[in-house]
C-alpha cells in the first residue's frame, strides 16, 4: 500500500493553492481593474489597458473621476432609487414566492398540478417579450395613493417594484426545497392544532434560509440590473435607478472611461455588501440544492 | 377699513394666484444628461430665459441619457405620455414624424433662411424639427506631414480626388513613419458608420437608399458606383492603409495626437485638441471627390413638438424663442459644435473668420448632405452599418451589397413604403 509522503502532499497543497490563487485571480481582475481605472485619468487608463499597468495603481492616480462622476449624474439618489426599489422587491417576493410555494406543496386544492405547470411554462418567457404589452397595461391601471384616485402607474416606484414581485422562477425555488422539509415536522405540528399560517411562520420558513438566500440574490442581482423596463416607464430623473444612470456617462461617441469605472464601482458597492452579507446563507444552500446563482 | 382691506388682500391674492395659474405648463424632453459639455446648462438657461420672457407659457424639462432617449419616447408615444416639445436627432426626425410622435413644426419657413441645410428637419416636404447647431466632418492632419511626403494640400475648391487620396494614404504607409496613415475612427460604432462612411459612398455615386423614391436600394447600394466604392473599402484594410474594426478606443482618441496615424477622419467636436496640439500645423481638409463631388454628414440633434401636444402654440413660441443668433452663437461658443447660422457664425470665438475651426462651417455649407430622409432610416443606418464591418472585415462585396439590398428593400416593403 502506497503511503504519501510529506513531500508529495507539500506539492499537492503547493499545485491546488496554485490553482486555487489562478481562479481567484480570474475572478477578482475584472474587479481590479474596474477600481484601478476609476482612478487615472482617461489617456492614462486607456493606454494602460494593453499591459498589467491597468491593475495596478500606478500613474497619476487621484479621486478626479470620482468627483466628476458625482458632478456628471445624481449618483446618490440613483444608487438610493435602486436600493429602495430591489430591497421591496426583494422583500415582497420572497413573502409572495414562499406564500405560493407553500400553497402548491403543503395545502390540498384542485388544479394545484396544472397551475404549477403553467407557472413552470412561464420560466421560458423572457421578460423583454411581454414589456410592450406590461407597459400599456400600467400606463392604464388605476391607484389611490396620496393624490386620490388616479389612472396610470408610470413614473412612479410601484411600476418598478410590483409587476417583478412574483415570479416562477423563486416559487419554484421554494416548492423544490420545501418538498424536501420533513413531513412528520409538518403533520406533527396540525395534529397539535397549528394552524397554516403558523406552520408557515414558525416552522417552514424558519428552515428556509439557505432557499430565502438564494431566491433573495437572485432577484437582487436582477433587480438591481433593470434598465430596459425603468427606461421605458420611468422619465422623472429623481426615481431613475442606477443602470439608467450609466446612460448619463456615453453619448454617440466619447465615452469618459474613468467616470464610467468609477460609477460602476460605487454602484457595485451595494451589490457585493449584500452578496457577502448572504454569502455563508448563499453557499450552504449551493451545496445543498445544487442552485447556482 | 380693515373689512375694506382684507377684501382688497384677498381679491389681490386671488388675481395674483389667477395670473400664475393662467401660465400653462409644457414638457421638454432633452437627450443630453450627463452631458460633461455646456450643452445641458445652455438648454438650461434657453427654458429659464424663455420662461422669463412671458407669461403665457413655463416649461419643464426633463433631462434623459442620450443612450436611452430614443426608446424612452418610443415607450412613451406608445403609452400616450409624450411631452410638448421633443428633442430628436435629424436623421431620426422623419421617423417619427411619420409614426406620429411628432407634428410639423408651423413656423413662417422665411426664418429658417440661410440655415445650413442640415439644421432643418424636413418630412414630406414640411418642416418638422429645427436645430441651433450642426456638425462636420474634415480629414486632420498636419501640414508639414504631407509636406514631409510632397502632398498636396487639397482645398474646398481643389479636393483632392480620389486616386490622389489613396495615393497619399500609400506613400504615407510606405513611408513606415506611421502605425496607419489614416484612423476612420472604426473603433466609433452605430450611427458614426452611416454619418461619417456614407458620404464616400455618395461620393463615387451610390447610395444607401434611392432618394428619388425611397423605395428601394437595388442600384444605388449594389449598382457598379456601389461595388466600387466597397472595393475601395475594403482595399483600406486589406492594405493596411487604416486600422480595422478591433480598433482601440483609445487609439481612436489620442492616435493622431500621438503621431500613430498621419490622418484622421474626425468631427469639429475633436477638433479642439488637434489644434492645441499642432498649433497653426493642424489642418482640416475638405473631404475627396471620388467621381460625384466631395460629400460630408449632415444633421445633429433639433427641436420639434410633439403630435399630442395639447399647446403646440405654446411649444412653437418656445422653439421660435430659441431661434436667435445669440443662442446659436451661445451653443457653439459651450460646445464647439456649428452655429446653424453664417450671422452667428461670425459672432463666435471658433467659426468667425481667422478662428481655429471656421473651415468647417465653410465645409458643411459646401458640402453636407444630410442622411437618407426618410422613416426607414433607422433601419437602413443598422444595416449599413453592419455591411460595412463586414466588407472592412474581408466578406465577399458582392454578396454583401447584395444582402443589405435585400433587406433594407424587405424593410420598406413590410412597412408599405414608408408613407412615401
Known amino acids: 500500500m502506497a503511503s504519501i509522503s510529506p513531500d508529495n502532499h507539500g506539492l499537492r497543497l503547493v499545485t491546488r493553492y496554485a490553482v486555487l490563487t489562478l481562479v481567484a485571480v480570474i475572478f477578482v481582475f475584472p474587479?481590479?481593474?474596474?477600481?484601478?481605472?476609476?482612478?487615472k485619468p482617461d489617456t492614462q487608463l486607456l493606454n494602460d489597458t494593453s499591459s498589467l499597468r491597468a491593475f495596478l495603481p500606478v500613474g497619476d492616480i487621484s479621486l478626479d473621476n470620482y468627483a466628476a462622476a458625482f458632478e456628471r449624474a445624481p449618483i446618490g439618489a440613483f444608487v438610493l432609487n435602486s436600493v429602495l426599489i430591489t430591497g421591496a422587491t426583494v422583500l415582497l417576493t420572497l413573502l409572495v414566492c414562499s406564500l405560493a410555494a407553500f400553497s402548491f406543496v403543503f395545502l390540498d386544492w384542485s388544479g394545484k398540478a396544472v397551475i404549477f405547470s403553467i407557472l413552470l411554462a412561464t420560466l421560458i418567457i423572457p421578460y423583454e417579450t411581454i414589456f410592450i404589452p406590461l407597459l400599456l397595461m400600467a400606463s392604464q391601471l388605476p391607484w389611490i395613493g396620496g393624490d386620490g384616485f388616479e389612472i396610470g402607474w408610470l413614473n412612479t416606484y410601484r411600476v418598478q417594484i410590483i409587476p417583478f414581485i412574483a415570479d416562477g422562477l423563486t416559487i419554484f425555488l421554494f416548492v423544490q426545497f420545501f418538498r424536501d422539509l420533513p413531513r412528520e415536522l409538518i403533520e406533527a405540528s396540525r395534529v397539535e392544532g397549528a394552524s397554516w399560517w403558523l406552520i408557515y411562520r414558525r416552522i417552514v420558513m424558519p428552515l428556509s434560509g439557505p432557499v430565502i438566500a438564494t431566491a433573495a440574490i437572485l432577484k437582487f442581482l436582477f433587480m438591481y440590473n433593470q434598465y430596459l423596463w425603468p427606461l421605458m416607464?420611468?422619465?422623472?430623473?429623481?426615481?431613475?435607478?442606477?443602470?439608467?444612470?450609466?446612460?448619463?456617462?456615453?453619448?454617440?461617441?466619447?465615452?469618459?472611461?474613468?467616470?464610467?469605472?468609477?460609477?460602476?464601482?460605487?454602484?457595485?458597492?451595494?451589490?457585493?455588501?449584500?452578496?457577502?452579507?448572504?454569502?455563508?446563507?448563499?453557499?450552504?444552500s449551493v451545496a445543498s440544492t445544487g442552485v447556482k446563482g | 377699513m380693515k373689512l375694506k382691506l382684507a377684501l382688497?388682500?384677498?381679491?389681490?391674492?386671488?388675481?395674483?394666484?389667477?395670473?400664475?395659474?393662467?401660465?400653462?405648463?409644457?414638457?421638454?424632453?432633452?437627450?443630453?444628461?450627463?452631458?460633461?459639455?455646456?450643452?445641458?446648462?445652455?438648454?438650461?438657461?434657453?427654458?429659464?430665459?424663455?420662461?422669463?420672457?412671458?407669461?403665457?407659457?413655463?416649461?419643464?424639462?426633463?433631462?434623459?441619457?442620450?443612450?436611452?432617449?430614443?426608446?424612452?419616447?418610443?415607450?412613451?408615444a406608445l403609452a400616450g405620455e409624450l411631452p410638448d416639445i421633443l428633442d430628436v436627432d435629424g436623421p431620426v426626425m422623419p421617423n417619427w414624424a411619420w409614426a406620429n410622435y411628432m407634428q410639423p413644426l408651423g413656423i413662417d419657413e422665411a426664418t429658417l433662411e440661410g440655415y445650413l441645410p442640415g439644421t432643418i428637419g424636413r418630412w414630406d416636404g414640411v418642416v418638422y424639427s429645427v436645430g441651433l447647431w450642426d456638425a462636420a466632418v474634415a480629414i486632420m492632419t498636419r501640414r508639414s506631414t504631407l509636406e514631409a511626403y510632397d502632398i498636396r494640400v487639397p482645398t474646398l475648391e481643389e479636393p483632392w480626388t480620389g486616386e490622389e487620396f489613396t495615393q497619399a494614404l500609400m506613400t504615407i504607409r510606405d513611408s513606415g513613419d506611421f502605425e496607419y496613415p489614416l484612423d476612420l475612427g472604426m473603433a466609433w460604432t452605430g450611427e458614426w458608420y452611416p454619418y461619417a462612411f456614407s458620404p464616400f459612398l455618395q461620393s463615387f455615386g451610390g447610395d444607401i437608399v434611392d432618394r428619388e423614391t425611397y423605395q428601394t436600394a437595388e442600384d444605388v447600394l449594389n449598382g457598379d458606383e456601389a461595388i466600387a466604392f466597397a472595393e475601395w473599402w475594403q482595399m483600406l484594410f486589406e492594405e493596411n492603409l487604416v486600422p480595422g474594426t478591433s480598433q482601440d478606443a483609445a487609439d481612436r482618441e489620442t492616435g493622431l495626437v500621438n503621431g500613430n496615424y498621419a490622418m484622421s477622419w474626425n468631427g469639429n467636436w475633436a477638433a479642439l485638441p488637434v489644434v492645441e496640439a499642432f498649433g497653426e500645423d493642424a489642418l482640416f481638409l475638405p473631404a475627396p471627390d471620388f467621381g460625384n463631388g466631395p460629400t460630408i454628414g449632415a444633421g445633429s440633434w433639433q427641436f420639434g413638438i410633439s403630435a399630442t401636444s395639447e399647446h403646440p402654440e405654446g411649444a412653437r413660441a418656445f422653439i421660435e424663442f430659441a431661434l436667435q443668433d445669440r443662442w446659436f452663437t451661445a451653443f457653439s461658443d459651450g460646445t464647439g459644435l456649428l452655429p446653424p447660422t453664417a450671422s452667428a457664425a461670425a459672432e463666435t470665438e471658433n467659426y468667425a473668420e481667422g478662428g481655429a475651426l471656421e473651415v468647417f462651417y465653410e465645409l458643411s455649407d459646401e458640402q453636407a448632405l444630410v442622411r437618407p430622409v426618410t422613416p426607414g432610416y433607422i433601419v437602413q443606418a443598422r444595416i449599413f452599418e453592419s455591411m460595412l464591418a463586414d466588407i472592412a472585415n474581408g466578406a465577399d462585396i458582392f454578396d454583401e451589397l447584395d444582402a443589405a439590398v435585400d433587406e433594407i428593400s424587405r424593410d420598406i416593403e413590410r412597412n408599405s413604403g414608408y408613407g412615401h
Open chain 1, 31 to 39: 474587479l481590479l481593474f474596474m477600481v484601478m481605472s476609476s482612478l
Open chain 1, 233 to 284: 416607464v420611468v422619465q422623472d430623473e429623481s426615481i431613475r435607478p442606477v443602470m439608467v444612470g450609466l446612460g448619463y456617462f456615453t453619448d454617440q461617441l466619447n465615452v469618459p472611461w474613468g467616470e464610467v469605472m468609477a460609477y460602476l464601482t460605487l454602484i457595485t458597492v451595494p451589490v457585493l455588501a449584500f452578496y457577502l452579507s448572504l454569502q455563508r446563507v448563499f453557499i450552504s
Open chain 2, 8 to 76: 382688497i388682500t384677498a381679491l389681490g391674492a386671488f388675481a395674483l394666484g389667477g395670473a400664475v395659474s393662467a401660465q400653462t405648463e409644457l414638457s421638454l424632453w432633452y437627450h443630453g444628461a450627463g452631458s460633461a459639455n455646456a450643452e445641458e446648462a445652455l438648454v438650461n438657461e434657453l427654458v429659464e430665459e424663455f420662461n422669463a420672457s412671458q407669461s403665457d407659457w413655463v416649461v419643464s424639462i426633463e433631462t434623459f441619457p442620450q443612450l436611452a432617449y430614443n426608446d424612452s419616447v418610443g415607450a412613451a
